[in-house]
């Protein structure tokens, strides 16, 4: 347990108050990871959703936690096999970092790997040290009790949204937030299925901020060993907790010019699909919204963890390859073998095989988020 003031935080003074907090502390109920309320976690399957609302959505803090105003941070020792436990907080201004976040590489969870899938994961690589109590909540850095190793997709998908919410909230209002984040492990795994996150908001008793979700340590597209954290790709067909089957809604579509039709995949969160053209001239498309351009056919791709699924669209109407007023072909043009991406006009563009070649309206910044790289040549 530590009583935070980031000007000393790494000292004690043994104050009147700080007795009176170690006291309430000693008396707040503790759950193991093996207890009920969590191994009951481990029944829940991944479909598609980062996050699981549980419990209710309701934090199972005890009555004096959702009342305590008094800033702490509690790090659980590690078990056995060297795993995290809970780590509990009251996070407020007073915890938030007031210097530059440091190094942590030199901290190995347990389950740690460091392996790349290029193209596939956000960033390629496959795990993340994520912080239980996050640094924008506690300032903590390579604390080895508040680091677990995570996929990227948990980390940023999963825990990245209620960690910015919560910081947000503070910064806001400069009330207190009950915090805990638990990381549950099935039987001796050194990579855990997941954490359990809850929060709330004391002086508001919890109307600002109230939470209890299940994130789970997946990653779409990956199959994941989580007895020591090994991994392997997973094909398209694949099924069970690291990734899932995905479907397009439509195989072929027939429209007219000017018409638009809403491409959808089947268990796919949004974030998980990029969207490409084999021929803008003839068809747009964006978050899945096929619209209809020229007259002739081209294939809609969705790029998704595990593969590319395939529409073919065909056309009617107006100018083949040209839209009816007239635009030209823009956006930029992707090599799907070397996995760059070029201006239309690039020289590369024409000695490109056609089975490589996919035309995306996708942004230089897209592009590059999901893993491609511009051309030296025409550096589009």
Not at 160 to 172: K, M, S, V
Not at 241 to 255: D, H, R
Not at 286 to 314: D, E, F, M, Q, R
Not at 322 to 334: D, E, I, L, P
Request: proline share 4%.
């Amino acid at each position: 347990m530590r009583h935070v003031n980031h000007s000393w935080k790494r000292c004690f003074a043994f104050s009147l108050p700080l007795l009176f907090l170690l006291i309430f502390l000693s008396a707040l109920p503790s759950f193991g990871a093996d207890t009920a309320p969590y191994q009951a976690l481990l029944k829940l399957t991944y479909t598609g959703a980062p996050s699981v609302e549980v419990h209710n959505n309701k934090p199972y803090f005890s009555g004096s936690q959702k009342k305590n105003k008094t800033a702490y941070e509690s790090y659980g020792k590690m078990d056995a096999l060297g795993r995290c436990t809970a780590a509990t907080a009251c996070v407020g201004k007073e915890t938030m970092p007031s210097e530059t976040r440091g190094e942590i590489g030199m901290v190995r969870p347990s389950g740690w790997h460091t392996v790349k899938y290029n193209g596939l994961v956000e960033g390629n690589y496959l795990y993340n040290r994520c912080h239980l109590i996050a640094f924008c909540l506690a300032g903590e850095n390579a604390n080895e009790q508040n680091l677990i190793t995570g996929t990227r997709y948990m980390n940023t998908k999963g825990m990245l949204p209620y960690e910015n919410r919560t910081a947000n909230y503070i910064d806001r209002t400069g009330n207190h937030v009950m915090y805990r984040v638990t990381p549950v492990f099935e039987g001796k795994n050194l990579l855990c299925s997941g954490v359990l996150m809850e929060a709330w908001s004391v002086e508001d008793q919890g109307k600002g901020i109230c939470f209890c979700v299940w994130i789970f340590n997946v990653q779409p597209g990956v199959l994941i060993n989580y007895s020591d954290g090994s991994s392997r790709l997973a094909s398209a067909s694949s099924s069970g907790s690291g990734t899932v089957s995905y479907a397009l809604n439509q195989k072929a579509l027939t429209l007219s010019v000017g018409k638009s039709f809403n491409l959808s995949v089947k268990n796919a969160h949004k974030s998980d699909v990029s969207w490409f053209t084999s021929n803008a001239r003839v068809a747009k498309v964006n978050g899945g919204t096929v619209t209809a351009v020229g007259a002739g056919t081209c294939v809609i791709t969705a790029k998704v963890p595990s593969g590319k699924l395939k529409c073919t669209v065909t056309v009617t109407g107006g100018v083949p390859g040209r839209a009816s007023g007239g635009s030209t072909q823009g956006g930029y043009v992707v090599n799907t073998n070397t996995g760059k991406f070029h201006d239309p006009s690039c020289a590369s563009v024409r000695q490109m095989s056609s089975r490589n070649k996919l035309y995306t309206t996708k942004t230089r910044e897209e592009l590059i988020a999901a893993g491609y790289s511009p051309c030296k040549n025409c550096n589009p």
